[in-house]
């Protein structure tokens, strides 16, 4: 007796399970499948791009995807889940585990020592992107062109204009580290963001090895130093601090957050696309970056990305003359200097704000 | 006789141990070895050390923090009666089980500068600037993490303290000492050894955090996790995040051990015993105002918005939509949960990354609980000597940096036949491993008190070994098991970490969509609508456990 109404007690049980399993499998699709399975499918007509989180949310995904779509039937999927440097490493770490399936990566040049030391892209030149002849040399600072130029821009910083008011601003790097800016910058980690960096990299611009020196005296005046853009700009927004290391077109997006510079300066920032070794499209990838080169999509980016075109005969919009600010002595480091000395650079700022 | 049941629990250990071997201990020692020579160098640096400090700082603040909450709040739940207690006594360990990227959104909302506690204060106190700066120092990392630990604190010291023997406290009242004296000589005492344990297990989870940290302070704070993170993922220098991890890893060893040695139980204690008088905590009229009372009642406000402040806050920001003039009620996040449409934010549609959540959830467990049940049957039963080492080495992924461990995973299987590299696999077999040992330690305080008699007594009674399993032992550990089964699922829920390692496009989870929706700036609410998911379905878990658990102390 006692057995029966075990065995019913058990079948029951297990009769539930599978039917929770069985709805499951249901709801889920073919997505239960193994998502190997899957991948392979889906390879043959899907072109994935690896980009950089904001390019997505705010950026011409959504138009470029639909276009290139359009133009060739070919399906795009963007992966956007963090920075320029999260997306190389998801590159690496999927490379290294047996195999990504990104074929496009779109990131910011200063990532280009990085990527080169893991032979991660195929050099491109301009017979496989023909709209490469119309970026200016200047922004094409990697002579093998590993990572297209597509959009540019200027690192600087921006305040909250009814935080500050003009007068109060400092006007030069020393002013920086002055009493009444205690605990009034956001500034971003160079290790995983690529605006940290481009600031990081600012500095070393204008004191050389001695940025340890004036890093530790700008420290009393950081409140935080955050991962990424978006978390330091969030806190921005949300006036946790006046001022923030951002884009010098800020104010194209809001009139309230002004930027400015210090003794004119400010850090250019290349953002560009590249095909990934071992893609399955690699003709489809080149066609992908030369688009972005477009005129058409070109013309898109400063309103949906606050950043400068980088195909020179690009239109720019009429409100840009009054809103888009361009440095009179842009700062950049020779891409040759940071391939050196970029690891050395960030152990030594480590070295200065972690624990401090 | 002695001889054949060391062999018997010898070779019930074998397929666990070839388990961890094979998933835990081969990927991890292969990524170590890269580190091991970096190991000196590394300690020789003043930063490193720095950092190392600083880990502990903060784990010792953290843990005495976690004290200060918990302890009173175990008091509470001991000595009075209120309505909801049992509803209280279940939901206080959610917190517990929720991915840090949650606590850590739930912080930011609740007390940053335009938080709800600062405009609160704000508007209530007329105030121009807000009072409370909380955010970006020490002080919110402690905070978060005795969010996170007071309830396994306050849990612990409760199921101990409702297992005291009332006698000894009535003899001393009986005596003639006051209820002080009572409390620091006698009860505190017995009480001391499951504090112990539990401020052990709290100070390897606070050593080990890293995301709280990584959001609540800012890159100037890092702990020895966030270094590994950093080496690895911005640095892509693995050897030099294998050699911390080793660093690491001694350390946490070190604190196991010393938990183990404490008697380590986590789980309730299902005991029958006569339980002490309660007092109901509401009581009516003129004892309500008592100063012990008062104190009582703003003890209550402090940890009611501590703990449910941030989780409060999740939930209403979750049917908050930001647009460019402002905050306005809608489902949008809800309804960003549920779609089936790719989403590049995440890399997989959202609606996946739940279902992936849950399936990873069943399978972890599915692999656990039998794993769980025989390490418990094994280490308990086993009469060797070094019997706590081998305990301790067995709880070792409690102790590990789970980021060097997907890390780890990544690396091993890449080539068949065991290609799990990329596949769900790797990140079924890497949440077993993290969540079966808490399977072991729901399990073995119930094993070592059951009494052997019983099953001897089936033996002599003409029952088969197994059948003396299946109706003396199983009963008795179910419970335990089920226990072991719903916080291993809802562990597994809430695994950041590792998983953030190991998804690629089709195995990204809940947790690992609201970390990479937090880095963008858009859909605050999706990512406070998945939290709230996770919220509810752990929860849910937790109720099922207490009624389940219950049913099974009530006997059959």
């Excluded at chain 1, 058990?10 to 239960?32: D, E, M, N, Q």
């Excluded at chain 1, 496989?128 to 540019?152: G, W």
């Excluded at chain 2, 517990?96 to 909302?109: D, E, Q, R």
């Excluded at chain 2, 809940?510 to 609410?525: F, N």
Aim: hydrophobic residues 50%; aromatic residues 12%; proline residues 7%.
């Amino acid at each position: 007796m006692r057995n029966t109404n075990l065995i019913l007690r058990a079948a029951t049980g297990v009769a539930l399970l599978g039917i929770g399993i069985l709805v499951l499998v249901l709801v889920s699709g073919p997505a239960a499948l193994p998502i190997v399975v899957q991948a392979q499918a889906e390879e043959g007509d899907t072109l994935y791009v690896y980009v950089y989180s904001s390019f997505v949310e705010w950026g011409p995904a959504a138009f470029v995807e639909q276009e290139f779509e359009r133009r060739t039937g070919v399906d795009v999927q963007f992966v956007a889940t963090g920075a320029s440097r999260e997306m190389l490493a998801r590159l690496l770490t999927e490379r290294d585990a047996g195999g990504t399936p990104a074929d496009v990566f779109m990131g910011e040049l200063n990532d280009v020592p990085k990527a080169k030391q893991f032979d991660l892209f195929e050099p491109l030149s301009v017979e496989d992107v023909p709209n490469l002849q119309f970026v200016p040399r200047e922004l094409q600072v990697d002579p093998e062109n590993t990572l297209i130029p597509y959009e540019h821009g200027f690192i600087t910083l921006v305040y909250d204009t009814q935080a500050l008011s003009a007068e109060e601003l400092p006007r030069a790097f020393p002013d920086l580290l002055d009493g009444r800016f205690r605990e009034a910058l956001l500034v971003q980690d160079p290790r995983t963001s690529s605006v940290g960096h481009a600031f990081l990299f600012w500095t070393i611009y204008n004191f050389g090895e001695l940025f340890p020196q004036y890093w530790e005296r700008l420290l009393p005046n950081v409140l935080s130093v955050f991962p990424g853009w978006s978390a330091a700009y969030e806190a921005f927004q949300a006036g946790e601090a006046p001022i923030v290391v951002s884009f010098s077109t800020d104010a194209c997006f809001d009139e309230r957050y002004q930027p400015f510079f210090l003794e004119g300066q400010a850090y250019r920032t290349v953002f560009g696309a590249g095909v990934v070794k071992g893609t399955d499209n690699p003709s489809l990838a080149r066609e992908f970056i030369d688009f972005l080169l477009s005129l058409e999509v070109q013309e898109k980016l400063p309103t949906t990305e606050f950043m400068f075109p980088a195909n020179a005969q690009a239109e720019l919009p009429e409100e840009w003359q009054r809103c888009a600010k361009v440095p009179p002595a842009p700062a950049v480091l020779p891409l040759s200097a940071v391939a050196e000395n970029d690891d050395r650079w960030l152990q030594l700022w480590a070295e200065t704000v972690v624990g401090r | 006789m002695n001889l054949r049941r060391t062999a018997f629990y010898a070779a019930l250990l074998g397929a666990p141990l070839a388990f961890l071997g094979l998933f835990f201990y081969y990927p991890l020692l292969s990524v170590l070895r890269e580190g091991l020579p970096l190991v000196p160098d590394a300690l020789a640096r003043p930063y490193v050390r720095r950092v190392l400090l600083f880990t502990v700082e903060q784990a010792l603040w953290s843990t005495l923090a976690s004290v200060a909450l918990g302890f009173p709040l175990a008091y509470l739940l001991t000595r009075y009666e209120f309505p909801g207690k049992r509803w209280v006594k279940s939901l206080v360990m959610v917190p517990f089980v929720l991915p840090a990227i949650t606590v850590a959104l739930g912080f930011i909302l609740l007390w940053g500068r335009n938080g709800y506690v600062n405009q609160m204060l704000m508007a209530l106190l007329g105030l121009e600037e807000p009072p409370i700066k909380l955010l970006y120092s020490l002080g919110a990392i402690v905070l978060a993490h005795a969010f996170y630990n007071a309830p396994l604190i306050a849990r612990v010291v409760n199921a101990a303290w409702e297992g005291l023997d009332p006698q000894y406290e009535e003899s001393a009242r009986a005596l003639g000492a006051p209820p002080s004296r009572v409390f620091w000589t006698v009860t505190l005492p017995q009480l001391l050894p499951s504090l112990m344990s539990a401020m052990t297990l709290v100070f390897i989870f606070t050593f080990l955090s890293f995301p709280i940290v990584l959001t609540l302070g800012g890159a100037r704070f890092s702990t020895l996790e966030v270094e590994i993170y950093t080496q690895a993922k911005a640095l892509f220098n693995r050897p030099q995040a294998a050699a911390l991890a080793l660093v690491g890893l001694g350390f946490s060893l070190l604190f196991v051990y010393a938990y183990l040695k404490l008697g380590g139980v986590f789980a309730r204690e299902l005991t029958l015993q006569r339980r002490a008088r309660t007092r109901p905590l509401f009581p009516s009229g003129r004892e309500a105002l008592r100063p012990h009372r008062l104190m009582i009642w703003a003890f209550l406000v402090v940890s009611a918005l501590l703990l449910a402040g941030p989780l409060l806050a999740v939930l209403v920001d979750s049917f908050l939509v930001s647009t460019p003039e402002g905050k306005r009620l809608g489902l949008e996040g809800y309804r960003f949960l549920l779609r089936r449409q790719y989403e590049p934010r995440i890399g997989d549609p959202p609606l996946q990354a739940v279902l992936n959540s849950l399936r990873f959830g069943l399978g972890a467990v599915a692999i656990a609980l039998p794993v769980g049940l025989a390490v418990a049957f094994g280490v308990t039963r086993l009469r060797v000597p070094g019997r706590r080492l081998l305990d301790a080495l067995l709880m070792a992924p409690i102790a590990t940096s789970s980021v060097i461990l997907g890390l780890a995973l990544l690396q091993a299987y890449r080539q068949p036949p065991l290609a799990l590299s990329g596949t769900a696999w790797a990140v079924i077999v890497a949440h077993a491993v993290i969540v079966y040992p808490f399977v072991v330690r729901a399990v073995a305080p119930l094993l070592l008190r059951l009494d052997r008699s019983l099953v001897e007594a089936a033996r002599s009674l003409g029952a088969s070994r197994l059948r003396a399993f299946w109706d003396v032992e199983r009963p008795w550990l179910v419970p335990g098991l089920v226990v072991g089964a719903l916080f291993a699922f809802a562990l597994s829920l809430g695994e950041t970490s590792a998983t953030l390692m190991l998804a690629r496009p089709g195995l990204k989870t809940m947790p690992v969509a609201v970390y990479e929706l937090l880095s963008g700036r858009r859909g605050l609410e999706a990512a406070s609508a998945l939290s709230v998911g996770m919220i509810a379905i752990s929860a849910l878990a937790f109720l099922a456990l207490e009624r389940l658990g219950e049913r099974g102390l009530r006997g059959r």
